[in-house]
């Protein structure tokens, strides 16, 4: 099977079992107890926050160690709401993570303004220079696309944000840029950042949250004040110890090259079929959109998966909902919307594979007209 919904998750490297297994059957002990073993498996969490930093580039601020992005969107955002009169600003191409927490807001009366995506599939800066104010509290939107790719300019948001909303805080979900495309919390100037471990091949259930600092926010779950009071909740040593297993073994540099290529290699076999058509959104190298003319999306997905590819529909939160809010939203048409599927690689895939997916989407999509004609 030639797995091509890396976007979706990622194989877990097998380094990151052997770690695990470690940290759960042998040095299994709780790091807030105090004996010295458990002094020990608390230095080790310690060394994976300083080896979160380092990758994220900060040279101030922590990370929070959670239960995946999903809450490290939740803390955030949640963790940043105030009672008084504030304004809340999220785009329109957030992950259900991030959009439905909008949405609640929303519904709980607050202030919230949603702003569109321009033809790139990126934030519209125009329109987000008119929302912001000396009210906005939050700005919150993705790095990269979970469903195109496309690469946010978080810089040039920030430089908004600092010229129009000095009060607003700065969260990025991250989750398909960390540990893909090279970038520095310090160069973005965000003030909070959302990640996700199975995204680079470590363990489902583990995740972080970057704050600059431990004041911006509020805790979201009362408890035993672990993990600076801000998630309570005996860590997931085992969890958190894998992932510094994949944080270390991955030359993200490197593998961007690599990807790059294969994505390259793909297109140029997939790019020879008339009615397959490629939606490059010129961001990350990891994710792209394949539209198939006259052929629904899902229709190839079942397909394919029995001729040996598997492939996505967009995030799985949203895979089994009908459309698409973030090609509706770029302007794309239902019919181009119901032909598509999200194309995802790892750096880890070699070229005979993406050769063979490539050849076995043709094959397919071809069997699929016929049978439809
Ligand atoms: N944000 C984005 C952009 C994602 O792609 C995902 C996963 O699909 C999430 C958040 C949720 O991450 P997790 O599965 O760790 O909760």
Do not use: W
């Amino acid at each position: 099977m030639i797995f091509l919904d890396n976007a979706g998750t990622t194989k877990m490297f097998s380094e990151c079992v052997t770690t695990y297994s470690h940290f759960a059957c042998e040095e299994f002990y709780n790091p807030s107890a105090v004996s010295r073993k458990s002094a020990f498996v608390h230095a080790k969490l310690e060394e994976v926050r300083r080896d979160c930093l380092k990758k994220l580039g900060a040279l101030k601020g922590t990370v929070i160690f959670t239960g995946g992005a999903t809450e490290s969107n939740n803390l955030a955002i949640k963790g940043a709401v105030k009672n008084d009169d504030y304004e809340y600003v999220f785009s329109n191409g957030e992950h259900p993570s991030v959009f439905n927490i909008a949405r609640s807001l929303e519904n709980d009366g607050k202030v919230v303004r949603f702003v569109g995506l321009d033809k790139n599939g990126k934030v519209n800066l125009d329109e987000l220079e008119n929302m912001l104010n000396k009210r906005t509290k939050l700005i919150s939107c993705m790095l990269v696309s979970n469903e195109t790719g496309a690469i946010n300019d978080v810089k040039k948001i920030v430089a908004l944000r600092n010229e129009l909303a000095p009060n607003a805080l700065v969260h990025i979900d991250a989750v398909q840029g960390f540990m893909k495309i090279p970038f520095s919390v310090e160069d973005l100037g965000v003030d909070m950042l959302s990640f996700s471990a199975h995204k680079f091949h470590g363990p489902k259930g583990v995740g972080g949250l970057y704050v600059r600092s431990l004041q911006l926010i509020k805790n979201i779950i009362d408890g035993g004040g672990q993990e600076y009071g801000l998630r309570s909740g005996t860590e997931n040593v085992p969890g958190v110890m894998a992932m510094q297993t994949a944080l270390l073994k991955i030359d993200v540099k490197e593998n961007f090259k690599n990807v790059s290529r294969l994505k390259q290699i793909f297109n140029d076999i997939v790019a020879t079929e008339n009615g397959i058509k490629i939606l490059d959104f010129h961001g990350s190298p990891y994710i792209e959109v394949l539209l198939f003319s006259g052929v629904k999306g899902e229709t190839m997905l079942h397909a394919l998966e029995e001729n040996g590819v598997i492939v996505g529909l967009g995030s799985a939160c949203s895979a089994k909902k009908a459309g698409n809010r973030i090609l509706e939203n770029i302007g794309y048409s239902k019919e181009e919307i119901i032909s598509s599927c999200r194309i995802s690689f790892n750096a880890y895939m070699n070229e005979s594979e993406v050769k063979e997916a490539g050849k076995i989407i043709i094959e397919t999509y071809r069997e699929m007209l016929k049978r439809l004609n």
